[in-house]
């Protein structure tokens, strides 16, 4: 395949362009940016987009295009390990990291030699699950280089069951890393990508043509497909997770933040993306009743909550 993959049901926005930038330890990583030329004009500043684990860059396109069509610059990229950017493991369908911290790297890497030399300020961030996840912290590793950042789903608790199987599964994957297996699928975990699986079977939309056709993508380019996270992914996880929680780690993110849930969300755990708000100094909550994870990829009345919100709080940040 070339550097991204097109369908009829999802077009690249005329205007983006794809590159290769290369992170601070030598690993590859794919971006992709649409120039202020592609954007509503007067241009009001840039989107920087970060997707969650097993996404990639074409998933995004119809999104793109609506921050186009409100007046912004995108860039955008496939955090390492996934998407087409290198993978960390010889098999290519395990979704694995070392530490989230590597992740932050290639982040402010991304914006120190992509974003701020080629797009205008002023920035909002806007993440998905683990892009969210990761978002936040580039609030509190970057302070004062977003205006605004935005959170859809953001992981920031993972919903393994009851408190008491959250901590049956974090000795698990903890002991299981101890044990030199962080190269293994977590538990029950397997190579099969989420977006080969049938519509019924899917737990992050409702929206069955929106499902359909990241099937044809990855059914078109099967090396974007990614499987179940690794041991050593959801034991990282779970540490990100514990960190961001920290009251003084997030009395230190001042920039505004608007974060949304989703209410159906069977991957996050229920209340803590809530709880994280109100230990923002600038926090403001959206619940979007009935939605499914992927709150950008659902039924348009459940996008419309977003992007009412996402409006109104652009306005103000942009002030």
């Known amino acids: 395949m070339g550097i991204f993959v097109e369908t009829p049901d999802l077009a690249c926005p005329p205007g983006g362009v794809p590159g290769w930038f290369v992170c601070p330890d030598g690993s590859r990583m794919r971006t992709m940016v649409w120039s202020p030329d592609h954007a509503s004009t007067p241009c009001r500043g840039t989107i920087v987009l970060a997707s969650g684990r097993t996404e990639f860059i074409e998933k995004y396109f119809e999104v793109i295009a609506s921050f186009l069509e409100r007046g912004f610059a995108v860039a955008t990229f496939d955090w390492r390990g996934q998407g087409l950017s290198e993978r960390m493991l010889d098999d290519p369908r395990k979704g694995h990291v070392d530490k989230f911290s590597t992740f932050d790297a290639d982040f402010i890497a991304f914006m120190q030699e992509v974003v701020e030399p080629l797009l205008p300020a002023p920035y909002i961030g806007v993440g998905h699950s683990m892009g969210g996840n990761l978002m936040l912290r580039a609030g509190h590793n970057l302070p004062n ?16 069951g009851s408190p008491l199987q ?21 538990p029950g975990g397997g190579p099969k990508a989420v977006d080969e699986e049938v519509f019924e079977e899917n737990i992050v939309t409702s929206d069955p043509d929106r499902h359909a056709r990241q099937q044809v993508v990855v059914g078109k380019a099967p090396s974007l497909g990614l499987g179940s996270p690794t041991v050593g992914w959801v034991h990282q996880a779970f540490k990100s997770v514990d960190q961001v929680a920290n009251p003084a780690y997030l009395a230190k993110i001042t920039t505004p933040v608007l974060l949304f849930e989703a209410g159906a969300d069977k991957l996050v755990r229920g209340g803590s993306i809530r709880q994280i708000t109100e230990g923002l100094p600038n926090g403001e909550y959206v619940l979007v009743e009935g939605a499914e994870h992927e709150i950008l990829m659902e039924q348009d009345q459940y996008q419309q909550v977003f992007w009412t919100a996402f409006d109104a709080f652009a306005g103000r940040v942009l002030n």
Do not use: D, Y
């Open 166 to 186: 959250e901590k049956v599964t974090r000795w698990l994957v903890s002991f299981l890393n101890l044990l030199g297996k962080h190269a293994s699928f977590a």
């Open 145 to 160: 280089r977003f205006a605004g950042i935005v959170l859809s789903a953001p992981m920031l608790g993972l919903n393994v």
